[in-house]
């Protein structure tokens, strides 16, 4: 029994201590690191009671009869002060939400809740041989007569390569159906079969479709918002600051690709790793054989310009940008410096949620912290699309 406990109490021990120092430099154990962070970060709870629980059950069995008993007791009490550090700082993301929301100076009205309607696999266009869908979330019963729902795109991530809109962006596709609004989780051409902007153009497409078959889905084409995390939020970035230009919408260059709000989540900000926050490895193992398809030695400007910091502008729309202080994927400097460079220059407001202790991709997990940002991004997007009809835009709908 003394035994097992110090297993315990090591293994308790050593995922907190991972969670708080995370590995970022070793090739070997960044991936396993980060997965065990995440977990442990947003899973806290779940992690304590279990850890609490196996240790009451040795304890009950004798397992403080001696000093290897005791050692693991106090690994483990240590452990549990960590993890309730870890539930604190996710509680706090209320707080954090009112704070980098109370530049708006208005407050989002409570919705009406609807039922929720899904349909999967609509086709929204093809490309490179592929056929691209998205999933549509929305409320079950139909506007009021004469009156347009808000929409809004989700942008999974997943390195460029992977991922798909069944796993990303769910949480917070349902909530904003519930409370009228129009989602769109669109997949898009992975590398390394596609190679950048193949991924941008796409979801440029889906913008066009949404506003295409704005009269089928009751949506309001003059306003849609997009989202995303990790590389879904890169290009949820970079939809928003290359609306309507040319050079990423071949063949459909006049078509209408304005994003009226934005919502990036623990993104990726500079392809050129400018400020070496990121290991080298990330551009030169990731990003110029399989996204890229190029060398950044050679065409430097191809990598700046796919990096949001390249692209910022006057004429930005809104954004809400979310990052954690804790990411080891998409460093919180490289958001840090994206925020501060578009507010030197955006007409519209930028909004930054920096979430103490979040790892990256935090919202995977329907955690504490995971239902707060939702409830946060709600209110942002509520309170943007009724300030645009304070200035003249089209009638708010019943959301």
């Known amino acids: 029994m003394s035994w097992a406990l110090l297993v315990v109490g090591v293994v308790s021990f050593g995922l907190v201590v991972n969670a708080f120092l995370p590995v970022r430099r070793s090739v070997v154990l960044f991936l396993p690191s980060f997965l065990a962070a995440l977990l442990t970060i947003e899973l806290a709870w779940l992690q304590l009671f279990v850890s609490v629980a196996l240790a009451a059950v040795l304890v009950a069995g004798g397992a403080l009869d001696t000093l290897v008993g005791w050692v693991g007791l106090a690994l483990c009490v240590v452990s549990w002060l960590a993890l ?6 996710s509680r706090a993301s209320s707080g954090a939400a009112e704070a980098a929301l109370a530049d708006l100076g208005v407050t989002d009205d409570p919705a009406p809740r609807h039922r929720l309607h899904r349909t999967r696999n609509v086709v929204y ?6 056929v691209l869908k998205l999933d549509v979330y929305e409320p079950a019963d139909p506007p ?16 460029w390569m992977m991922g798909d809109k069944r796993t990303q962006g769910i949480p917070l596709m349902k909530a904003l159906a519930r409370h009228g609004w129009v989602g769109f989780n669109a997949n898009y051409r992975l590398s390394p079969a596609a190679t950048w902007p193949d991924h941008l153009v796409d979801l440029k497409r889906a913008l066009v479709y949404v506003r295409e078959h704005a009269d089928e889905y009751g949506v309001d084409p003059g306003f849609v918002a997009v989202t995303g995390g990790s590389a879904g939020g890169h290009l949820a970035v970079m939809l928003a600051l290359t609306q309507c230009d040319p050079q990423f919408q071949p063949g459909f260059e006049q078509a209408d690709t304005t994003v009226q709000a934005c919502v ?7 392809f050129t790793n400018r400020n070496e926050t990121m290991p080298s490895e990330f551009r030169d193992w990731l ?23 390249d692209h910022v502008r006057a004429d930005a729309p809104p954004f809400l940008v979310i990052h954690g202080d804790h990411d080891t994927l998409a460093p919180v400097a490289d958001a840090r410096d994206f925020v501060a460079s578009l507010r030197e220059v955006s007409r519209e407001p930028v909004l930054y949620l920096e979430l103490r202790g979040a790892q990256h991709a935090f919202d995977v997990v329907s955690s504490i912290r995971t239902r707060r940002v939702v409830k946060a991004v709600e209110r942002f997007l509520g309170v943007q699309r009724r300030l645009r009809a304070d200035r003249g835009g089209p009638d708010p709908t019943d959301s």
């Open 125 to 130: 266009a093809r490309a490179g041989g592929r």
């Open 264 to 270: 990036p989540s623990y993104a990726v900000y500079d």
């Open 144 to 159: 009021p007569p004469g009156t347009r729902r808000p929409a809004v795109l989700q942008v999974h991530g997943g390195a």
């Open 287 to 309: 990003l110029q054989p399989f996204i890229m398809k190029a060398f950044y030695d050679e065409e430097p400007e191809r990598f700046r310009d796919a990096s949001p910091l």
């Open 84 to 89: 309730g550090v870890t539930v604190v700082w």
